[in-house]
């Protein structure tokens, strides 16, 4: 078995090209049915707004590997200067279950996450090419900084401007950030909202706040899923996608939020797998808004922690367990 901590993953580095490609081809192999994923459940305790998440699962084709995430997330930890989320993967091989890696960061989780977000930029990019566009994101933490790094290597040569904007002061001093000379620091939300062709949030946000209509054409990336109030709904209604809607229409997610008031039913929506290998995104009319809505998918943190793990291998990197 093989030990990988945050630091082994970040000798081998983050290639975002690379590794949007890996959930590309995972979602082709959700498309043929190859996969196995149970709905993930939450353990709470005292402070329930704190949880621990379940999320195994199995994936075929070239990857061929099961496991199981386990993924604490505890948002007051900022307090006391303590990293809000902390994950274990474990990867069993497919045919024998036996365990053949334990990765150790949740640096691995964000690299997903961002990678799925640079997934859907690369779609809507096919059917609406970009020029100079403004990218505007709310939220500047590990998820926050990770999207960034990940549009600017990606799409950093079609982006005139990168709107951020985050509760605390935003202090980009000392940070070596490509294309920093685009960032445009603001003082509230709704600039950075209306300013931008793809907005994405990536906070930890207590309650929805964005209630105006967003950008005729833009792409809304919700990526911390609990950001926007459900009178946007009559905005983005014909052009909602999910990773998953079982998975995302619960834990008052902004989904189940128009579910229960606006009555979004799963028939409503298109998932990633539409998106990817039935081009549904060039169906939507230009002006339209499109919003993603992703829960999070293990087959995707087991797809990304394979790949980590062969590149491991190849430039032996990591540690050898009995």
């Known amino acids: 078995m093989i030990y990988l901590s945050e630091s082994d993953i970040l000798k081998i580095g983050i290639r975002w090209n690379e590794v949007v490609d890996v959930i590309e081809e995972a979602v082709g192999d959700l498309g043929r049915k190859d996969f196995a994923q149970p709905v993930k459940p939450y353990l709470r305790y ?16 070239n990857f061929d590997v099961a496991g199981i995430k386990w993924i604490a997330s505890f948002p007051d930890n900022i307090n006391s200067g303590i990293p809000r989320a902390h994950s274990v993967i474990i990867l069993n091989e497919a045919d024998t279950g036996r365990p053949m890696a334990v990765i150790n960061t949740a640096l691995l989780s964000i690299i997903r996450t961002s990678a799925v977000t640079g997934l859907m930029i690369r779609y809507f990019d096919k059917v609406r090419p970009l020029g100079k566009v403004n990218v505007g994101m709310t939220g500047w933490g590990p998820i926050g900084q990770h999207h960034y790094k990940m549009c600017m290597e990606m799409f950093g040569d079609k982006i005139e401007k990168f709107f951020l904007y985050d509760l605390r002061p935003v202090n980009l001093d000392g940070m070596d950030l490509p294309g920093k000379e685009k960032i445009v620091v603001t003082d509230n939300w709704r600039d950075a909202y209306t300013q931008s062709e793809i907005f994405m949030t990536c906070t930890v946000s207590k309650a929805p706040y964005i209630d105006i209509r967003p950008p005729k054409g833009s792409l809304q990336l919700n990526i911390s899923l609990r950001d926007y109030t459900t009178s946007i709904f009559e905005y983005v209604k014909d052009a909602i996608i ?17 579910h229960l008031d606006k009555g979004l039913q799963e028939a409503g929506t298109k998932s990633i797998v539409d998106m990817v290998t039935g081009d549904c995104m060039k169906n939507y009319a230009p002006d339209q808004p499109i919003m993603f809505n992703p829960m999070g998918m293990a087959v995707f943190d087991m797809a990304v922690a394979a790949y980590y793990l062969k590149t491991a291998k190849e430039k032996k990197i990591g540690r050898e367990l009995d």
């Open 242 to 258: 999910v990773d998953d809607w079982e998975e995302v229409c619960r834990e008052k997610t902004d989904v189940e939020m128009m």
């Open 46 to 61: 005292r402070d329930l707004k704190n949880r621990i998440i379940a999320m195994p699962a199995f994936i075929g084709g």
